[in-house]
């Protein structure tokens, strides 16, 4: 399979395509693609080119397009987006990385009562990882990573989904029965130490319903990880009768 990736310019109207900057020298000096070789193309609006490279230099890769590749079904037949509270560490890079893979729409990073993180500058090195993984998987969009936001703003915007609580007593898979493919789904993790009795009551008055993933505590990006992959199977593209 040829090496894919995301070109965010409106480039695609041309035969011949040249790329520039960290893209150039990511195709020419880690891929080491040269001359001849065929490449694949994304726009980020669900459609991939193929397209074959005729100059290759970590300053400039020039390419050819070849054609539109038609009938790729690699996103989720459902937008799930995910708001995680900021773990300790590099734990969010794990988190983005695996969402990413697994087909997740939107990122959105918040701060909680328990969040120890407050501050982050990471924001640009989450988009790079998002994109990376993308192409990585195959994917036809790159998620949004939103920037950061605190617990009370985003439920002041949102307005109902699903909230992971170690102390509720509602089955994730009976919750679920409510949403179908083609819909989508808000689902919020919380950080180390869970979310308050507040915010669950906050979170409930929006419409969301908290549900546990049994009766292990898990580690925040474990429990994110899990939560997608339920959610993927249930209904996504991972579907039993699929």
Request: glycine share 6%; charged share 30%.
């Amino acid at each position: 399979m040829s090496p894919r990736i995301f070109l965010l310019e409106d480039v695609f109207d041309k035969d011949i395509v040249s790329i520039k900057g960290d893209n150039a020298r990511y195709i020419s000096t880690v891929l080491r693609c040269n001359t001849g070789e065929p490449l694949t193309l994304l726009d980020n609006r669900g459609n991939s080119y193929s397209a074959v490279i005729v100059k290759s230099l970590p300053s400039e890769v020039v390419v050819r397009l070849t054609g539109k590749d038609e009938d790729i079904k690699t996103e989720l037949p459902i937008d799930i987006t995910l708001a995680q509270a900021i773990p300790k560490g590099d734990k969010m890079d794990i988190i983005i990385q695996k969402a990413t893979e697994l087909g997740v729409k939107r990122i959105i990073p918040i701060v909680t009562e328990r969040t120890e993180v407050r501050i982050t500058r990471r924001l640009n090195r989450w988009k790079e990882i998002a994109i990376s993984a993308a192409q990585q998987s195959r994917r036809l969009r790159i998620p949004e990573i939103e920037s950061p936001v605190g617990f009370n703003s985003f439920m002041a915007e949102a307005s109902s989904g699903i909230i992971f609580w170690e102390k509720s007593e509602n089955s994730l898979k009976k919750v679920i029965r409510d949403y179908k493919p083609g819909g989508s789904i808000t689902i919020v993790i919380g950080p180390e130490g869970g979310f308050s009795d507040e915010e669950i009551k906050a979170a409930s008055e929006r419409g969301f319903q908290h549900v546990s993933l049994g009766p292990r505590i898990l580690r925040a990006e474990t429990a994110a990880i899990v939560a997608v992959s339920i959610i993927q199977y249930e209904l996504g593209d991972l579907q039993e009768d699929n």
